[in-house]
């Protein structure tokens, strides 16, 4: 199971949102290649991004950061504000290895099919659900669409990799919602990203159990409630958590 420690971007800045909301957000740090070379020193080998500016106002916005980012031996999946064909390619043209689209794969759908087809892996796509429901545009409006189902349309589509967010655990330090990746874990073919309020070394031992595909965290690993190092360990097997 891979770990990917994330750098959410906002003014070119390192911040955590609480649950989404953009008025509560706390800035950990002004330089974030920093953030990520420590996040490489303690073992990473993945990278989450995401452009907290484009994923609101709908336009990639942090896109020297993202290029600087992506000059480290690391493997790096950006999302936020990305929109259209273009944005897809003047990511991936600064050395990103994975795009992840969100609110256009519900208002779109038709791109994702042919961002699929022209890019295959190097597209995933973030569900970020409250209340089981797909959330948009920076998950400030909610549409009737299921969470799970709509992983299912995008794993029989060709998308690859999915990012599900449960909204109403997200940086909230209270755990994650285990139950709807044990639920995805189910969708052969599919690899899932476990996103979204994993605060304990538990968490990470139950989705390895999974066979979870991947683990974003965030706040827990600025908290210092979660070890990087330790965690990394967990994802492999190679420890029983505390």
């Known amino acids: 199971m891979l ?6 971007l906002r003014g070119g800045k390192v911040v955590r949102l609480t649950q989404g909301d953009y008025d509560r957000m706390t800035v950990y740090s002004d330089d974030p290649v920093q953030i990520a070379e420590d996040f490489l020193s303690a073992g990473a080998t993945c990278l989450h991004a995401v452009d907290l500016d484009g994923a609101k106002d709908g336009s990639p916005m942090n896109r020297e950061v993202i290029r600087r980012l992506s000059t480290l031996p690391l493997f790096v999946e950006v999302g936020g504000g990305m929109r259209s064909q273009q944005d897809v390619e003047e990511t991936l043209a600064l050395g990103v290895h994975r795009v992840i689209l969100g609110t256009v794969a519900i208002t779109d759908y038709p791109l994702v099919e042919r961002l699929v087809k022209r890019f295959g892996d ?11 429901l797909v959330a948009t545009h920076g998950w400030k409006n909610l549409s009737d669409t299921p969470g799970v189902a709509f992983c299912q349309k995008l794993r ?8 599900y ?9 209270s755990g994650t919602n285990l139950s709807v990746y044990e639920e995805l874990s189910r969708l052969q ?4 990203i476990a996103s979204g309020g994993v605060s304990y070394e538990r968490e990470i031992a139950a989705l390895y ?10 706040k827990a690993l600025y ?10 360990t967990l994802a492999k097997g190679e420890a029983l958590p505390c």
């Open 3 to 8: 770990i990917y420690p994330a750098i959410d």
């Open 122 to 132: 190097q597209i995933a796509v973030g569900v970020d659900t409250k209340n089981g």
């Open 156 to 163: 029989d589509t060709g998308v690859s990799t999915v990012i």
């Open 165 to 173: 967010t449960d909204v109403s655990k997200d940086g909230q330090l």
């Open 189 to 192: 073919g599919l690899n899932v």
């Open 209 to 218: 159990a999974m066979n979870t595909y991947g683990v974003i965290l965030g």
């Open 223 to 232: 908290s210092g409630k979660l070890s990087l190092s330790r965690a990394l």
